[in-house]
């Protein structure tokens, strides 16, 4: 699923622009980790870079309604490539959702 995001942030220019590192492996791997931990796998995410603080990540970077909804389509795509049953695909939409509507810090 992270593979699939991150090949259609790599496309877009509106949210490449939001990463910094030529290479988006490692973006990736910390949002791997952070899924990980959400979910109740290892706190490696944590142990590595502290409280996963959202919010005060992104504020550096403008996250307009266009942003967010670009991320959304982005990640729609990527968990429909799961192939999750109903119940696991809602649960983790929802979530996503929630996220992307909490990171809009301008109009």
Same mark, same amino acid.
């Given at each position: 699923?992270?593979?699939?995001?991150?090949?259609?942030?790599?496309?877009? +220019?509106? *949210?490449?622009?939001?990463? #910094?590192? +030529?290479?988006?492996? #490692?973006?990736?791997?910390?949002?791997?980790?952070?899924?990980?931990?959400?979910?109740? @796998?290892? @706190?490696?995410?944590?142990? *590595?870079?502290?409280? #996963?603080?959202?919010?005060?990540?992104?504020?550096?970077?403008?996250?307009?309604?266009?942003?967010?909804?670009?991320? *959304?389509?982005?990640?729609?795509?990527?968990?429909?490539?799961? +192939?999750? #049953?109903? *119940?696991? +695909?809602?649960?983790?939409?929802?979530?996503?959702?929630?996220?992307?509507?909490?990171?809009?810090?301008?109009?």
């Amino acid at each position: 699923m992270v593979d699939v995001f991150y090949q259609g942030i790599a496309e877009d +220019e509106v *949210l490449r622009a939001m990463y #910094p590192e +030529e290479d988006l492996g #490692p973006a990736a791997e910390r949002m791997r980790m952070f899924l990980e931990q959400y979910w109740g @796998g290892p @706190g490696t995410y944590s142990q *590595l870079r502290g409280h #996963p603080r959202l919010r005060m990540r992104h504020q550096p970077f403008k996250v307009d309604f266009d942003a967010r909804d670009r991320w *959304l389509r982005h990640m729609r795509k990527a968990v429909d490539s799961l +192939e999750l #049953p109903p *119940l696991y +695909e809602q649960t983790l939409w929802d979530y996503f959702e929630r996220a992307a509507h909490s990171m809009v810090n301008s109009a």
